[in-house]
């Protein structure tokens, strides 16, 4: 069951709007997965700066993330010691044109 808007806000590390410039291959993840870079537009929680990276895995079979290059979200980042940003399926990560109830 997904988080609502005020749930995802208070157990996120991290939520923000940005749009995805670079994404990449990465062993660092968990269960591998991809890096995406994003230029961040606004942040309600969270020191963020002008750019960030975070991490999700490979598949959603793996609750991985699926961003797409020069498309603009919303994410609810996590963190902990494996990943320090970390985006997953069962977040309420969401494209700004989909996340208008957040």
């Given at each position: ?10 157990s996120?590390?991290?939520v ?6 670079d994404?990449k ?29 975070v ?38 990560t ?9």
């Amino acid at each position: 069951m997904k988080l609502t808007p005020a749930e995802g806000l208070s157990s996120a590390y991290a939520v923000f709007t940005g749009e995805v410039t670079d994404i990449k291959p990465t062993t660092a993840t968990k269960f591998g997965g991809v890096e995406i870079t994003l230029r961040v537009n606004e942040v309600w929680k969270g020191e963020i700066g002008e750019q960030v990276e975070v991490r999700t895995a490979g598949s959603s079979a793996a609750c991985g993330y699926s961003f797409a290059k020069g498309e603009s979200y919303l994410v609810y980042a996590d963190r902990d010691e494996a990943d320090p940003m970390r985006v997953s399926l069962c977040s309420r990560t969401a494209l700004v044109a989909n996340a208008e109830q957040d």
